[in-house]
């Protein structure tokens, strides 16, 4: 290893020489490359095949040239390459069951800066927030299980705010009703759950982002995002009450717009924790050690859909074809058949607990069980995907506890629903994964991460807001659970195949 570690000292800018001796303080030499003590001292190595300039020859000076050239060039790169962003409050995010167990955000937009909470869904195109609203959302209330109130947005109030006009080539991104092509560019988004919609118009404004570095830099970056005027549906029911980011594959996406001006690098990561505290970083490609499996285009949709070639459950293991939605705007699992029916009867037959209906019906999930008096465990087959390509999609959470009023643990779902056609791998799913959606590499990467092993520390949420563990469901004891989980579970249900 002994010629490595001269060459490696060779290419170094800069050699130290470093002298020490009792009588002296601690002393350092700075020698250029090319001097003349740093040629006398490789060549005192005698190693061959080194060639060293001569002092003062067109070689020497040519090759001072050419390192400068080289060391500029890495200078420029270091300063201008894209790197990593989070949003300018940090990069945690939290899964708040109150507002349907979607994972949100804290955002700052406009100048003078507005703070949203705003829902991350990798299953939406448009980012939109509530403006010179209409009809939208409550800015508060005791529903939302916050303290503190949300924020509309105005486009005369926001110095840097610009209308995005029909003839701009984003609005040919939506299905605009333009009148004309000096009109504003209107949009509005159905999403799957009944009547539930966003309507507005087009602007563009700063949305800001920082740097997770020892020295913090702030980016403000201009993005295109919609003027929500008008809500619908589940959006004025408590689902995204403040906003939606779309994070599709959509040239309107948030991460796609910070990739096409180079902000940041064309992928990014969401990790998602157990106890409802998690992350996203724009530009993080994630990391050699990852798993990973080929992302599916689709011209028709900018989802991420990834080929599954099978799963297991326990002790068993099944061979099935089939292509799946990665969707964090979904809260739960979704399968149409035959994988539906297989996970949940091979799940039922390799559990001890006995089957609950009043549970079910409570929790819209099939297969759910009751806890005995006293029983604090239980033992659950583990659940995994085998992606196209080999790797193994693990999933560590695919639950749903059961509580009662009084605090106790009654009972458990399998949280995976039965779907008519697409297959969903919603949130519950990615919990205890970093999910990272390289769309550079058309690649899914995911690891099993501690979500707080970030050098920068999890962020804190104004106000001392703090997320409780938060896929459960509180029902009475000793009584019919449909009384009061229903109200609750029912809002659960649509939000889940809302945001696609």
């Given at each position: ?14 050699t130290?020489?470093?002298s ?13 490359r ?10 005192s ?15 020497y000076?040519?090759?001072?040239a050419?390192?400068?050239?080289a ?8 300063t ?25 955000a ?16 990798t ?5 939109w ?10 800015l508060?209330?005791p ?45 509005k ?16 404004d700063?949305?800001y982002?920082t ?36 994070l ?31 992350r996203?970083?724009?530009g ?48 739960f ?17 390799q ?42 999609f ?5 639950l ?27 949130q ?19 690891q ?53």
């Open positions: 290893m002994a010629s490595f570690s001269l060459l490696s000292s060779l290419l170094i800018s800069l130290f020489l470093f020490l001796s009792s009588a002296s303080p601690f002393s350092l030499e700075i020698h250029n090319f001097s003349d003590r740093v040629r006398h001292w490789a060549e190595r005698n190693h061959p095949g080194v060639w060293w300039p001569q002092h003062g020859t067109a070689e000076y040519a090759a001072l050419h390192h400068d050239r060391l500029h060039q890495r200078r420029s790169l270091a201008t390459s894209p790197q990593e962003l989070a949003f300018f409050d940090g990069n945690a995010t939290y899964r708040l069951s109150s507002l349907g167990y979607l994972y949100y804290f955002v700052e937009l406009g100048t003078p800066n507005v703070t949203f909470f705003v829902a991350l869904d299953g939406s195109d448009l980012f927030v509530p403006c010179d609203c209409k009809q939208c959302a409550a508060s209330s529903s939302y299980g916050v303290n503190f109130a949300f924020n509309t947005y105005s486009p005369s109030k926001s110095n840097t705010s610009e209308t995005i006009s029909c003839g701009s080539s984003s609005c040919q991104e939506v299905q605009s009703t333009c009148s004309g092509s000096n009109a504003n560019c209107t949009y988004i159905s999403y799957v759950s009944d009547n539930t919609s966003s309507s507005g118009y087009l602007v563009e700063v949305l982002l740097t997770e570095t020892i020295q913090p830099q702030t980016t403000q970056a201009s993005i295109i995002f919609g003027c929500g005027q008008t809500q619908t549906g589940t959006f004025l029911d408590g689902g995204a009450p403040d906003g939606l980011m779309g599709s594959m959509s040239n309107l996406s948030v991460p796609s717009i910070l990739a096409n001006k180079g902000y940041t690098l064309n992928s990014f990561s969401m990790c998602f924790s157990e106890d409802g505290i998690g996203i970083n724009f993080d490609a994630g990391s050699s050690d990852q798993s990973e499996t080929p992302l599916l285009v689709d011209t028709q949709a900018d989802l991420y859909n990834i080929s599954l070639t099978g799963f297991s459950v326990g002790n068993s293991s099944y061979t099935s074809s089939f292509s799946a939605i990665v969707d964090s705007g979904t809260s699992t979704y399968l149409s058949d035959p994988m539906y029916t297989d996970i949940v009867t091979s799940f039922n037959s559990v001890e607990e006995k089957r609950a209906s009043l549970l079910s019906a409570a929790a819209s999930f099939e297969y759910c069980y009751y806890l005995s008096s006293g029983q604090t465990s239980a033992k659950i087959p583990d659940i995994a995907f085998t992606t196209q390509g080999g790797s193994s693990p999933v560590n959470d695919a749903l506890t059961v509580v009662s009023t009084t605090g106790n643990t009654i009972g458990y779902c399998l949280a995976i629903g039965k779907s008519s056609g697409l297959n969903i791998i919603g519950n799913f990615l919990t205890g994964l970093r999910v990272v959606f390289d769309r550079e590499r058309l690649v899914l990467g995911w099993n991460f501690n979500c707080y092993s970030s050098a920068s520390g999890p962020a804190l949420a104004p106000n001392g807001y703090s997320p409780k563990k938060t896929n459960q469901v509180s029902v009475l004891e000793n009584s019919s659970p449909r009384l009061t989980a229903m109200s609750s579970l029912v809002l659960l249900f649509m939000v889940t195949m809302s945001f696609m």
